[in-house]
């Protein structure tokens, strides 16, 4: 089937102003945001120093403990179970006396901050993804070595894109892990080991978030840098010959 020439002119049209939109976020889009992730590495929300400073008191205070009768009439009614996998019943959680336990909030408002920027380097991955797919020319013998660093940007591409999607999976396996150590802690509130833990995630969890803001800011520089290197080859892999492209 033959397109017609009024969708010819709006499949240029688009292409055209498709190009000219990627060119112009990756020439000067990047390098701001380069700038504006390398200061807020240095901001004092992410400095290294904070570290230590991230864990919060958990809302789960420890209970008295029961002092039972050692008569032989006044015995706790359970008792342990010694069996091949032996296991120690804890307290039956229904509500906790101070109320809920809420999120680190310090690591909740780094995760607010860096964020946005990981949905955006999504989007622009997307974006400059589609303009080197659609300069790749048709396919043809010889003179392909253009060609062949188109794919290679695409390939650097795809896998930033993963990369950052990868970082909202991080989180959210952050979040769900303290839920259940701290359900564990409501459970056993009298095992200072479940406790620590949380402590330990939530320190864990500062440093990788951290990683994950210098990330960002390394993904938009080498994406400039490998662009901007290959620049005429992305655009016209086979040189002046656009009678090829699609």
Known sequence: MVMDEENKTKMADF??????????????????????????????????????????????????????????????????????????????????????????????????TLKPSICTLIDKCNLIKMWVQLSIPKIEDGNNFGVSVQEDTLSEIRQVESEAASYLDQISRYFITRGKIVSKVAKYPHVDDYRQTVTQLDEKEFVDLRMVLLELRNHYSSLYDLITKNLEKIKKPRGSNTDTMY
Do not use: H, W
């Open 15 to 112: 292409k055209d102003n498709f190009f000219s939109e990627a060119e112009k976020q990756v020439m000067e889009y990047f390098p701001k945001k380069v700038t504006e992730l390398d200061e807020m590495s240095k901001s004092d929300m992410f400095s290294i120093s904070k570290m230590k400073s991230v864990s919060v008191k958990l809302n789960i205070p420890v209970p008295d403990p029961l002092i039972f009768n050692s008569s032989e009439g006044n015995q706790p009614t359970k008792k342990r179970k010694m069996e091949d996998n032996d296991t120690v019943p804890g307290t039956k959680v229904l509500c906790l006396p101070n109320g809920t336990v809420p999120c680190n909030t310090y690591i909740l408002s780094m995760v607010d």
